[in-house]
């Protein structure tokens, strides 16, 4: 299968933007998505960044013809706990029909997919009236902090194409493909408590000072009311609920409250008031607690009251919140709470607003409608009709790809998301993988669909 020994090759390269110490890994990542562009037929720049470059394959078509923009990003999330893996994370390990290794699913694997359709299509039909932009980026991982200047360089480039085709969202299964019309928003906070200038003996001085730690907690525990929802004042202003057609295609999903209990692990969900657990995931904003330490870490004991604590707060937004004015309420809400003898320092380390678009023959969503991109809707849902054997879903997602906001915003283009990964392919966790079946029908699909956007069918 040449898609297996394409991906295989690719994830070996351990590219983990986050850690200098991966630079190797990035280097020959980078490399490997340059040789796939270019032996797909497109001519390959590389973009330098003040971090981890971009690269960008281009192919020119005649006046007049269609401009896809394709996206992918060769980064990886570390693959801590290494000692949780089957197999190591970097060695690609095939196990009943799924491709095991970091990066499989997220996302070298689902922009592979289009690598290889492309080259198929293009060997096919090599005079093809289609231009194509490929970015495949290397720091997604970390927030994409060098993209912005990226899309302001290549804003006229960019600008006149029709849309934006990726695959970094998902599906719940191999059968049952899910076009993205909506991912969530995200402000990402870090909390700094500070107390005494150093670590104290707890028996020397307990009793006499606050301990960052229970101050830390206490105020993390008043960000909720007891029914899940965020006790922050304004949180919920001017959030715009979900149309009643989203609602309905959410019924379909394959996966109902039990299934979604058993395939967690726990014997109870949790979701705030007027959503079911199912829509909580994708039309309600959250504040997630993602890392919280203060003190001794190690085995055994360690009797101090630590001088500080820290947690690592994000919250995952919907149409109609800021990201910017959701931050600035939390960060009112823990500076209020925090009790004296105690400092606090919070920084906004991410900020991106929800997008979302409306597929064609449904209830116009606040966002409006792009005539270009129902066009693409429609025969992304005849070619992964034809390629998996029954009609996508459209609905929207709970995770949050910053760029895609970026990209409009900056060149206004809208994105058509082809889900390529399933709720098992354990994203951003030990064990990732990708099912071999979706690369094979993903690969078809992709084929059909930049067939049929080139020769206007």
């Not at 309420?329 to 823990?334: E, L, Q």
């Given at each position: 299968m040449?898609?297996?020994?394409?991906?295989?090759?690719?994830?070996?390269?351990?590219?983990?933007?986050?850690?200098p110490?991966f630079?190797?890994?990035?280097?020959?990542?980078?490399?490997?998505?340059?040789?796939?562009?270019?032996?797909?037929?497109?001519?390959?720049?590389?973009?330098?960044?003040?971090?981890?470059?971009?690269?960008?394959?281009?192919?020119?078509?005649?006046?007049?013809?269609?401009?896809?923009?394709?996206?992918?990003?060769?980064?990886?999330?570390?693959?801590?706990?290494?000692?949780?893996?089957?197999?190591?994370?970097?060695?690609p390990?095939?196990?009943?029909?799924?491709?095991?290794?970091?990066?499989?699913?997220d996302?070298?694997?689902?922009h592979?997919?289009?690598?290889?359709?492309?080259?198929r299509?293009?060997?096919?039909?090599?005079?093809?009236?289609?231009?194509?932009?490929?970015?495949?980026?290397?720091?997604?991982?970390?927030?994409?902090?060098?993209?912005?200047?990226?899309?302001?360089?290549?804003?006229?480039?960019?600008?006149?194409?029709?849309?934006?085709?990726?695959?970094?969202?998902?599906?719940?299964?191999?059968?049952?493909?899910?076009?993205?019309?909506?991912?969530?928003?995200?402000?990402?906070?870090?909390?700094?408590?500070?107390?005494?200038?150093?670590?104290?003996?707890?028996?020397?001085?307990?009793?006499?000072?606050?301990n960052?730690?229970?101050?830390?907690?206490?105020?993390?525990?008043?960000?909720?009311?007891?029914?899940?929802?965020?006790?922050?004042?304004?949180?919920?202003?001017?959030?715009?609920?979900?149309?009643?057609?989203?609602?309905?295609?959410?019924?379909?999903?394959?996966?109902?409250?039990?299934?979604?209990?058993?395939?967690?692990?726990?014997?109870?969900?949790y979701?705030?008031?007027?959503?079911?657990?199912i829509?909580?995931?994708?039309?309600?904003?959250t504040?997630?607690f993602?890392?919280?330490?203060?003190?001794?870490?190690?085995?055994?004991?360690?009797?101090?009251?630590?001088?500080?604590?820290?947690?690592?707060?994000?919250?995952r937004?919907?149409?109609?919140?800021?990201?910017?004015?959701?931050a600035?309420?939390?960060?009112?809400?823990?500076?209020?709470?925090?009790?004296?003898?105690i400092?606090?320092?919070?920084?906004?380390?991410?900020?991106?607003?929800?997008?979302?678009?409306?597929?064609?023959?449904?209830?116009?969503?606040?966002?409006?409608?792009?005539?270009?991109?129902?066009?693409?809707?429609?025969?992304?849902?005849?070619?992964i009709?034809?390629a998996?054997?029954?009609?996508?879903?459209?609905?929207?997602?709970?995770?949050?790809?910053?760029?895609?906001?970026?990209?409009?915003?900056?060149?206004?283009?809208?994105?058509?998301?082809?889900?390529?990964?399933?709720?098992?392919?354990?994203?951003?966790?030990?064990?990732?993988?990708?099912?071999?079946?979706?690369?094979?029908?993903?690969?078809?699909?992709?084929?059909?669909?930049?067939?049929?956007?080139?020769?206007?069918?």
């Open positions: 040449e898609a297996l020994s394409v991906i295989s090759e690719y994830v070996r390269h351990a590219s983990v933007s986050t850690d110490a630079a190797a890994g990035m280097a020959g990542a980078r490399e490997h998505a340059a040789r796939l562009l270019a032996g797909a037929g497109l001519a390959v720049e590389i973009v330098p960044t003040p971090l981890h470059p971009i690269v960008v394959g281009r192919r020119a078509a005649p006046a007049g013809s269609p401009h896809v923009v394709l996206y992918g990003h060769y980064d990886v999330q570390p693959a801590d706990p290494v000692e949780a893996w089957t197999t190591p994370p970097f060695e390990d095939v196990r009943d029909g799924r491709l095991y290794a970091r990066g499989a699913a996302n070298k694997g689902p592979c997919v289009a690598v290889l359709a492309l080259a299509l293009l060997r096919r039909r090599p005079a093809l009236p289609l231009a194509i932009t490929f970015i495949i980026e290397g720091e997604e991982e970390i927030g994409s902090p060098s993209f912005g200047a990226f899309l302001q360089k290549h804003r006229a480039e960019l600008s006149g194409a029709d849309f934006v085709l990726l695959s970094d969202t998902g599906s719940p299964s191999a059968e049952q493909i899910v076009v993205t019309t909506g991912l969530r928003g995200i402000a990402g906070l870090e909390v700094r408590l500070t107390g005494p200038r150093t670590d104290l003996h707890s028996g020397l001085h307990g009793g006499a000072v606050y960052p730690v229970q101050a830390l907690v206490e105020i993390c525990a008043s960000l909720h009311n007891a029914d899940g929802s965020v006790n922050v004042p304004g949180f919920y202003d001017n959030v715009v609920p979900p149309e009643r057609w989203e609602r309905e295609e959410l019924e379909k999903f394959p996966l109902d409250e039990a299934g979604y209990r058993e395939f967690l692990g726990v014997d109870a969900l979701s705030q008031p007027g959503v079911t657990p829509e909580a995931t994708r039309h309600a904003p504040l997630e993602n890392g919280i330490g203060g003190g001794y870490q190690g085995e055994g004991s360690k009797t101090v009251i630590p001088s500080g604590a820290f947690a690592k707060i994000t919250c937004l919907v149409p109609g919140q800021d990201a910017r004015d959701i600035d309420k939390v960060t009112a809400a823990i500076r209020a709470r925090v009790p004296r003898g400092t606090a320092s919070v920084r906004l380390k991410q900020g991106n607003n929800a997008y979302h678009v409306c597929p064609p023959g449904r209830p116009n969503t606040p966002h409006g409608q792009n005539p270009v991109l129902a066009r693409a809707f429609s025969l992304a849902t005849e070619a009709t034809d998996f054997g029954r009609a996508p879903l459209f609905l929207r997602e709970g995770g949050s790809v910053p760029i895609i906001g970026d990209i409009k915003a900056q060149t206004g283009l809208d994105s058509l998301m082809i889900g390529l990964f399933t709720p098992d392919s354990n994203l951003h966790a030990p064990d990732e993988n990708i099912d071999l079946a979706i690369i094979e029908r993903g690969i078809r699909a992709y084929e059909a669909l930049l067939e049929k956007i080139a020769l206007g069918q």
